[in-house]
């Protein structure tokens, strides 16, 4: 290979070189990425955390391209009104109680993967939809595992008991509970309403009786002061028993009143347990399937997309080794086409040489001949045709040693001479054959006439027959 095309050559790669450093830091310049404070970065693909995905809350993180990708999860709170009606309580007892939750995605690792994995991709209202299956399941659980005088009389512990529930099971999809309030608690059968009615009826006849109580011994210590008034102070007495035995009596009749009105609710609640029973399987079953409906399918959408990213990263090596084979082989067809012409102008130069100096030879013979010739007519006297005498006389000796060559290799004892029949005349076959070859062969002067030379004198003459 030449100096030129190796020079070529390195120059190419210092300029992939170059090119690829300066593409590397666009990358790194364009595809750094930034997690706000209020969402959380979530870069998915080929990560190196081992799992699906990688979450940033603050920073940022560099997405390369063609190989990984990214998106983000608002941290922004959700409240959610929950108007749970007819749930069962530990006594069979339907109730309702309205309620709002404060939710949001969490920050937490694991839970940030969770969120990653289930919500990413889904709008705030599929995941407050979500959000409230759950919570609508949570608060019924722990409504049907309490009594209504618990939930009633120890709020703050039905709040803790549906936090701790609730908060659990948020985290499975990457959320997390911030706030729950209660609005009110209420059941069908005014049972709750029972209860307080049944409160203040003995507080009220409790209070009776103290007033009576008070009563009577006011009147036992004026009867003792003044033994004049003995009769009244007895009767008073007896009429103040009356009044304790007719308060006793009355707040017992309402007692007995409340507790039927009770029973009565209770019996109203079990009545209609059977009739909400088919609708709460029903919206269970709804629940359960709409569940795990969303979770197949967040399964699949993430499937489908580490399916693409793999897709792309594939073609983008097969691209990458294509147009390095594509450049090799246009570097190797330049390189051989170079070679391939200095080859041929150096094959082109040498034959030029050779037929330079072969033209160079040819017209130095030619040039010292007519050089000869032309001092072989100046001594000729000026005269050709003297000077091609003279050649011709120089060529005698070969022409006569060609003649002689002729004849010299006949071997005549192999020559056989039939007998033309005329008896033997002027001599025998064989020296008649000899003679005649002999005359056969044209005399020097005859192959000088044909030359257009005339011999000098002292080489003979031929004798006209």
């Known amino acids: 290979m030449s100096t030129m095309a190796a020079g070529a050559l390195f120059l190419l790669g210092i300029g992939l070189?170059?090119?690829?450093?300066?593409?590397?830091?666009?990358?790194a310049t364009s595809r750094y990425k930034l997690a706000p404070s209020d969402k959380i970065l979530v870069v998915y693909g080929n990560v190196k955390t081992g799992g699906a995905a990688a979450c940033y809350h603050g920073g940022g993180r560099v997405v390369w391209p063609l190989i990984q990708h990214y998106a983000y999860l608002d941290l922004k709170p959700m409240t959610i009104l929950i108007n749970l009606e007819h749930a069962l309580s530990l006594q069979n007892i339907r109730i309702n109680v309205p309620s709002s939750f404060t939710i949001g995605i969490s920050t937490e690792p694991s839970i940030m993967s969770n969120a990653a994995e289930r919500l990413l991709g889904l709008k705030q209202p599929e995941i407050e939809d979500m959000a409230k299956e759950i919570i609508f399941g949570q608060l019924r659980l722990t409504v049907a595992s309490l009594e209504i005088e618990q939930i009633n009389s120890d709020r703050e512990a039905f709040l803790r008991d549906v936090s701790l529930n609730v908060d659990t099971e948020l985290h499975k999809i990457g959320l997390y509970l911030i706030n729950v309030n209660i609005i009110d608690i209420?059941?069908?059968?005014?049972y709750i309403k029972s209860i307080g009615a049944k409160a203040a009826a003995i507080a009220?006849?409790?209070?009776?009786?103290?007033?009576?109580?008070?009563?009577?011994?006011?009147?036992?210590?004026?009867?003792?002061?003044?033994?004049?008034?003995?009769?009244?102070?007895?009767?008073?007495?007896?009429?103040?028993?009356?009044?304790?035995?007719?308060?006793?009596?009355?707040?017992?009749?309402?007692i007995n009143n409340q507790e039927a009105l009770a029973v009565e609710g209770e019996n109203i609640a079990a009545a209609?347990?059977?009739?909400?029973?088919?609708?709460?399987?029903?919206?269970?079953?709804?629940?359960?399937?709409?569940?795990?409906?969303?979770?197949?399918?967040?399964?699949?959408?993430?499937?489908?997309?580490?399916?693409?990213?793999?897709?792309?990263?594939?073609?983008?090596?097969?691209?990458?080794?294509?147009?390095?084979a594509k450049q090799q082989i246009e570097i190797s067809a330049s390189a051989e086409a170079s070679r391939v012409r200095l080859i041929a102008q150096g094959e082109a130069d040498a034959t030029l040489a050779?037929?330079?100096?072969?033209?160079?030879?040819?017209?130095?013979?030619?040039?010292?001949?007519?050089?000869?010739?032309?001092?072989?007519?100046?001594?000729?006297?000026?005269?050709?045709?003297?000077?091609?005498?003279?050649?011709?006389?120089?060529?005698?000796?070969?022409?006569?040693?060609?003649?002689?060559?002729?004849?010299?290799?006949?071997?005549?004892d192999k020559i056989t001479v039939w007998d033309s029949g005329n008896g033997g005349e002027s001599g025998g076959s064989t020296a008649n054959f000899i003679s005649s070859l002999i005359k056969s062969l044209p005399p020097v002067h005859d192959v000088a006439a044909m030359a257009g030379v005339d011999l000098p004198d002292y080489l003979g003459t031929v004798k006209d027959e």
């Not at 070189?17 to 990358?27: C, K, N, P, S």
């Not at 580490?306 to 792309?312: A, L, N, P, R, T």
């Open 17 to 27: 070189f170059v090119a690829v450093v300066m593409g590397t830091i666009y990358i």
């Open 186 to 190: 209420t059941d069908e059968a005014d």
């Open 204 to 254: 009220i006849a409790a209070a009776d009786v103290d007033r009576a109580n008070a009563r009577r011994d006011g009147e036992t210590g004026e009867a003792i002061a003044n033994k004049t008034r003995t009769v009244e102070v007895a009767n008073n007495q007896a009429e103040a028993e009356k009044g304790v035995k007719r308060a006793e009596a009355d707040r017992r009749i309402f």
């Open 272 to 324: 209609s347990i059977a009739d909400h029973n088919a609708d709460l399987a029903v919206k269970e079953a709804h629940a359960l399937e709409r569940a795990e409906v969303a979770k197949r399918m967040a399964q699949v959408n993430i499937q489908k997309a580490q399916y693409e990213m793999e897709g792309e990263r594939l073609r983008a090596e097969e691209i990458a080794r294509e147009e390095v």
């Open 354 to 412: 050779r037929y330079n100096a072969e033209a160079a030879g040819q017209q130095a013979v030619l040039e010292a001949k007519a050089a000869g010739y032309t001092l072989l007519v100046k001594s000729a006297g000026g005269d050709p045709k003297a000077a091609a005498t003279l050649l011709m006389v120089e060529k005698i000796e070969a022409l006569v040693a060609r003649q002689t060559e002729a004849i010299s290799n006949l071997k005549i």
